[in-house]
Antibody, heavy 117, light 108 residues
Framework: EVQLVESGGGLIQPGGSLRLSCAAS????????MSWVRQAPGKGLEWVSV???????YYADSVKGRFTISRDNSKNTLYLQMNSLRAEDTAVYYC???????????WGQGTLVTVSS | SSELTQDPAVSVALGQTVRITCQGD??????ASWYQQKPGQAPVLVIY???NRPSGIPDRFSGSSSGNTASLTITGAQAEDEADYYC???????????FGGGTKLTVL
């Protein structure tokens, strides 16, 4: 059974850093497109980043230069390192497995990141 | 442009057919994917590619595309279809993704 379990969210002050983890089971992270999508409270979905099976990474303009997507093949885990956090980064962050880029067939339950002083 | 535009809200009578649309320049080059999201839950993929449904998605959900517009059609809407629906596609770069603003579907 495919499962994605995010962790690492919490309350962080503006300018701070946080690393989200997404532990996968039932499939191999390194063989798939994997992405992060976020949703601010009461708002719509916003694509954040993707890592291809070959290792290429891409980011939304809103996070480029501040966020880094990566994976640990030995742990079958996806990460999102978030630096220089801003209030507008407050959201539920979902990790997802993509069948095709943009077509995410499995999602985690989400982890809430709150950036506030 | 890398934006996708959706109507904020649509309503349909129980058992009737409803079409939810998504407009954007990227849709001339890339297919849209469609997601259903109910309150407090993660999104669920309902349509991807030309018109593909993941396992477990009822066949009353279908997708189509013409020019810069993608459509999600629900034929015979059920009460459980009441939800927010989002489209997305690759953007003009081909490597990033953009989401539409979402459509809140009410089943009357």
């Amino acid at each position: 059974e495919v499962q994605l379990v995010e962790s690492g969210g919490g309350l962080i002050q503006p300018g701070g850093s946080l690393r989200l983890s997404c532990a996968a089971s039932g499939f191999t992270v390194s063989s798939n497109y994997m992405s992060w999508v976020r949703q601010a409270p009461g708002k719509g979905l916003e694509w954040v980043s993707v890592i291809y099976s070959g290792g290429s990474t891409y980011y939304a303009d809103s996070v480029k230069g501040r966020f880094t997507i990566s994976r640990d093949n030995s742990k079958n885990t996806l990460y999102l390192q978030m630096n220089s956090l801003r209030a507008e980064d407050t959201a539920v962050y979902y990790c997802a497995r993509d069948l095709l880029v943009g077509a995410a067939d499995y999602w985690g339950q989400g982890t809430l990141v709150t950036v506030s002083s | 442009s890398s934006e996708l535009t959706q109507d904020p809200a649509v309503s349909v009578a129980l058992g009737q057919t409803v079409r939810i649309t998504c407009q954007g320049d990227s849709l001339r080059s890339y297919y849209a994917s469609w997601y259903q999201q109910k309150p407090g839950q993660a999104p669920v993929l309902v349509i991807y590619g030309k018109n593909n449904r993941p396992s477990g998605i009822p066949d009353r959900f279908s997708g189509s595309s013409s020019g810069n517009t993608a459509s999600l059609t629900i034929t015979g809407a059920q009460a459980e279809d009441e939800a927010d629906y989002y489209c997305n596609s690759r953007d003009s770069s081909g490597n990033r993704v953009v989401f539409g603003g979402g459509t809140k579907l009410t089943v009357l």
